[in-house]
């Protein structure tokens, strides 16, 4: 099974590329964003617990973060693959994402990186808030993820490439021309 993750800040265009990838090369999409806003929408248990941290702009659990995605890779095992989108976001989310697949006979296969400078992230995210009204993207908020994001996430890349998985793809440019460019260095 290939299990690619999609690395990025938020903003980097991680949500539409992994799905291009997933319906491209025919694996399962997996954005823990998604699944965490689709339970607080629907109000669930989950969706109560997580709402105000989401909504602070703050990092879900690691624990909680890692049984939902065994429970998507458990409910999905016959997919011929996975993109990871948005996960993991720390050293120690990586850590456990590992022990998890290697208890299934499993391994992450390629990381990919979307780099983009960050006014354009700002930028983007803005936009994006105000098209959609989502609330989890204020400026406050935006800031505060990007803060996030190099404290905890950028780490990830020395780990990624330690294990010579990683590789950096530009993403600024046309949503085509970024999906050739990942598609270019995509080894299944």
């Known amino acids: 099974?290939?299990?690619?993750?999609?690395?990025?800040?938020?903003?980097?265009?991680?949500?539409?590329?992994?799905?291009?990838?997933?319906?491209?090369?025919g694996w399962k999409h997996v954005s823990t964003g998604d699944i965490l806003r689709a339970e607080v929408s629907q109000g669930t248990p989950l969706g109560l617990k997580v709402k105000s941290v989401m909504e602070a702009g703050h990092l879900v659990s690691d624990e909680l973060l890692i049984e939902i995605m065994e429970s998507v890779f458990l409910k999905n095992s016959t997919v011929k693959g996975f993109v990871l989108d948005g996960f993991p976001r720390t050293i120690n989310q990586a850590e456990e994402l590992d022990k998890m697949l290697l208890k299934h006979g499993?391994?992450?296969?390629?990381?990919?990186?979307?780099?983009?400078?960050?006014?354009?992230?700002?930028?983007?995210?803005?936009?994006?808030?105000?098209?959609?009204?989502?609330?989890?993207?204020?400026?406050?908020?935006?800031?505060?993820?990007?803060?996030?994001?190099?404290?905890?996430?950028?780490?990830?890349?020395?780990?990624?490439?330690?294990?010579?998985?990683?590789?950096?793809?530009?993403?600024?440019?046309?949503?085509?021309?970024?999906?050739?460019?990942?598609?270019?260095?995509?080894?299944?």
């Open 106 to 188: 499993q391994k992450v296969t390629q990381v990919l990186a979307l780099e983009v400078d960050e006014d354009e992230l700002v930028k983007r995210l803005l936009k994006r808030a105000l098209e959609q009204g989502r609330k989890d993207d204020t400026e406050e908020v935006v800031k505060n993820r990007l803060v996030q994001y190099h404290h905890h996430t950028k780490p990830l890349t020395d780990y990624y490439i330690d294990k010579k998985l990683y590789q950096e793809v530009y993403g600024v440019g046309s949503i085509d021309d970024i999906f050739s460019q990942l598609c270019a260095v995509i080894k299944p």
């Open 1 to 25: 099974m290939f299990n690619l993750i999609l690395f990025g800040p938020p903003g980097a265009g991680k949500g539409t590329q992994a799905v291009k990838i997933a319906e491209t090369f």
